[in-house]
């Protein structure tokens, strides 16, 4: 038995030399990778993997012994290896990682995210499990929606970006802001302060019954629309610490639509906010 | 026999001995082994879920928002070479040489130190910088991939340590070959951890 023990640990044979030789070879490896780091030069995908993959086996193969070890050593390591490399390749194909970044590529981020732009989820968490729990983070930027839309369509799809309302009584103005209100919040405030308008408590506050000052007052309404919200509030003695994105790029209009919507919806009446209101709060 | 004794004075002789499994391969080595491929797993979902949510932000701070090029190079470089250094503490420690075994696993125990402080430093840059653990995608894959490698270097340079401490009191109670061998095998596996993350989380965002 004990010679047999001695050979099993006579094996590693190799000296500083080969070692130091092994490191060398390792460096310049990693030299190399830092070219596209650096910007000398560009590599493409399967380059950096082959030499990730090289230098991987390089240190199990010479630094781990697995070269000249035991057989039964590299099986252990080899299986549940490979059942690693298995699983996180089918996760990359449930999650379509495969396809092109959504950051480069409009049509995917069209697809993943449909109409409805509320936080970031996978196309097959969307299609399979219902979107709110996957999809607590902010909103995305206006701009970025904007520069993905559809063509025509964007975040206030179907509608003018203007209607004269000189001459209309108060309640007609109300009638016609809300009614276009009423399909911009769906497209824009829905995700967050829901189809309820209760919120999500303690992530996204309620609009319905909200007692928050910066929403009662029309002018501070609308520019909450515009220019978002961060840090603390308190809305109906619950605190909130969160971060609403600005939705400034739609028009004077539609701000307007979707604020006298909110302040007459659910119960609410806190009267109408005008585009010249936003445009003030601009 | 005494052959084999004279090379390896201190593997034991007693048939009954528990270093060995049946098929003569170190208990201690092997059992590592099949610890290093279930931490193949650990470390595979966490690459898996860092992987399945790439790109996927739409909130920053994106990658090249935060990442430095500098400071990635420096620690990688650093964790390579370590396991250049550790690899000669075990060529020392199979060969009974306690003092260059020390000699060789203090550098390694710097280099992974510094790796981890360059760790700190890079979290708390990208933190400033506005990437949390709750605000988006990247902040939470990422912080939770490269946070258990840096758990990974630190409890090496700890375990590095008491091998060291081990060797300079005479504490080693096998063979002391055997004993740095092992903490080597988990400091290499921490290296070729981190040379999949640098391909997959750094290199990849600067590929054009």
New interface residues.
């Given amino acids: 038995?004990?010679?047999?023990?001695?050979?099993?640990?006579?094996h590693?044979a190799?000296?500083?030399m080969f070692?130091?030789g092994?490191?060398v070879f390792?460096?310049v490896l990693?030299f190399i990778?830092?070219g596209?780091?650096?910007?000398w030069y560009?590599?493409?995908?399967p380059a950096?993997?082959m030499?990730?993959l090289v230098?991987?086996f390089t240190?199990?193969a010479?630094?781990?012994h697995l070269w000249d070890d035991?057989a039964?050593?590299t099986r252990?390591?080899a299986?549940?290896?490979v059942?690693?490399?298995l699983?996180?390749m089918v996760?990359?194909t449930?999650?379509h990682?495969w396809r092109p970044?959504?950051?480069?590529d409009n049509f995917a981020v069209v697809e993943?995210?449909g109409d409805n732009?509320a936080?970031?989820?996978?196309s097959w968490l969307r299609s399979h499990i219902s979107n709110r729990m996957y999809c607590a983070?902010?909103p995305?930027?206006p701009e970025?929606i904007a520069a993905f839309a559809p063509a025509g369509g964007g975040a206030s799809p179907g509608g003018p970006a203007s209607v004269d309302l000189s001459g209309k009584s108060d309640d007609e103005k109300k009638e016609i802001l809300a009614k276009r209100g009423e399909e911009l919040y769906k497209q824009n405030c829905q995700a967050c302060h829901q189809e309820s308008g209760a919120g999500v408590p303690g992530a996204f506050p309620p609009l319905a019954g909200s007692d928050y000052a910066g929403f009662l007052d029309p002018v501070q309404h609308a520019g909450i629309i515009i220019k978002g919200l961060n840090g603390k509030i308190v809305v109906k003695g619950q605190e909130y610490n969160g971060a609403m994105?600005a939705f400034g790029t739609l028009s004077d209009y539609n701000i307007a639509a979707i604020a006298t919507y909110e302040r007459n919806a659910w119960g609410n009446a806190h009267g109408i906010v005008t585009p010249e209101q936003v445009a003030s709060a601009r | 026999?005494s052959?084999?004794?004279e090379?390896?004075p201190l593997?034991?002789?007693d048939?009954d001995s528990h270093?060995?499994a049946a098929?003569?391969?170190?208990s201690l080595?092997?059992a590592f082994?099949?610890f290093?491929?279930?931490d193949?797993?650990f470390?595979?979902?966490l690459?898996?879920?860092y992987?399945?949510?790439?790109?996927?932000?739409?909130?920053g701070p994106?990658p090249l928002d935060v990442f430095s090029?500098e400071v990635?190079?420096i620690s990688?470089?650093l964790l390579?070479?370590s396991?250049?250094t550790?690899?000669?503490a075990v060529?020392y420690a199979?060969r009974q040489n306690a003092k260059a075994a020390i000699g060789w696993i203090l550098p390694t125990m710097l280099m992974g130190a510094s790796f981890v402080g360059f760790q700190v430093y890079e979290f708390s840059h990208f933190y400033h910088t506005g990437l949390t653990l709750q605000?988006?995608?990247f902040g939470s894959t990422f912080y939770t991939l490269t946070g258990f490698h840096g758990t990974h270097v630190a409890i090496g340079v700890l375990w590095l340590g008491l091998q060291a401490l081990w060797l300079a009191k005479g504490w080693v109670r096998q063979?002391m070959?055997n004993s740095v061998e092992v903490a080597?095998?988990y400091w290499?596996?921490v290296?070729?951890v981190w040379?999949?993350i640098?391909?997959?989380v750094?290199?990849?965002e600067?590929?054009?």
């Fill in positions: 038995m004990s010679a047999e023990h001695a050979h099993h640990d006579e590693h190799h000296g500083p070692y130091a092994i490191a390792l460096g990693t990778e830092l596209p780091l650096f910007g560009n590599l493409p995908i950096l993997m030499l990730s230098k991987f240190v199990v010479f630094f781990m035991d039964i050593l252990v390591f299986a549940p290896l059942g690693a490399l699983m996180v996760l990359m449930l999650f990682t970044s959504p950051r480069d993943r995210f732009y936080g970031e989820c996978s983070s902010p995305i930027e970025r994105s | 026999m052959t084999a004794h090379a390896h593997v034991s002789s048939p270093a060995y098929m003569g391969v170190n080595k092997l082994w099949i290093l491929g279930s193949c797993f470390f595979g979902s690459i898996g879920t992987m399945s949510y790439r790109g996927k932000s739409l909130v994106y090029v990635t190079s990688t470089f390579l070479m396991s250049f550790m690899v000669m060529y199979k605000g988006n995608l063979d070959g080597g095998l290499h596996f290296d070729i040379i999949v640098f391909t997959l750094y290199l990849m600067y590929v054009r």
